[in-house]
């Protein structure tokens, strides 16, 4: 099941550029940094209420992030993230539904939580995670 909106992905060119804006100009604070090596992104976390904000910088060329930049040079929201109790079940229920998966068998994202992707044109243009606690 569905619980709630986890986080919003946001592509950036760089977290020591984007990170002050949150900041100063929003209030929020930067609870969580980290290097997601497998995704080649470093990201930090903000906390809005029950939903955060995860900034994504790449770290290579060739990082999905770096890829997002190139055809979305400003940056920009990169994906929106659904917390849920059951990924694998929820994964099961996309595919059964006719969703392309990125991702058949959840791996290990940030701040250690189980994550996959659905791919966005099976999404409606949104990529979508879904994302549950490591059991
Ligand atoms: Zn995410």
Redesign the pocket.
């Known amino acids: 099941m569905i619980t709630k909106i986890?986080?919003?992905?946001i592509a950036v060119r760089s977290l020591d550029e984007a990170v002050p804006y949150y900041e100063n100009a929003l209030g929020l604070k930067c609870e969580h940094r980290e290097e997601v090596a497998s995704q080649k992104v470093r990201?930090a976390f903000f906390t809005a209420g029950e939903t955060h904000i995860?900034l994504?910088e790449p770290t290579s060329p060739d990082s999905p992030i770096a890829k997002f930049l190139e055809k979305n040079p400003a940056g920009g929201v990169?994906?929106v993230?659904f917390a849920t109790t059951d990924i694998g079940g929820q994964l099961k229920q996309a595919a059964g539904a006719g969703v392309k998966l990125i991702h058949e068998v959840p791996f290990e994202?940030?701040a250690g939580k189980l994550?996959a992707f659905l791919h966005p044109k099976s999404t409606y243009g949104v990529l979508t995670?879904l994302?549950a606690p490591k059991a």
């Open positions: 986890d986080h919003l992905g990201t995860e994504l990169h994906h993230a994202g940030a994550v995670e994302c």
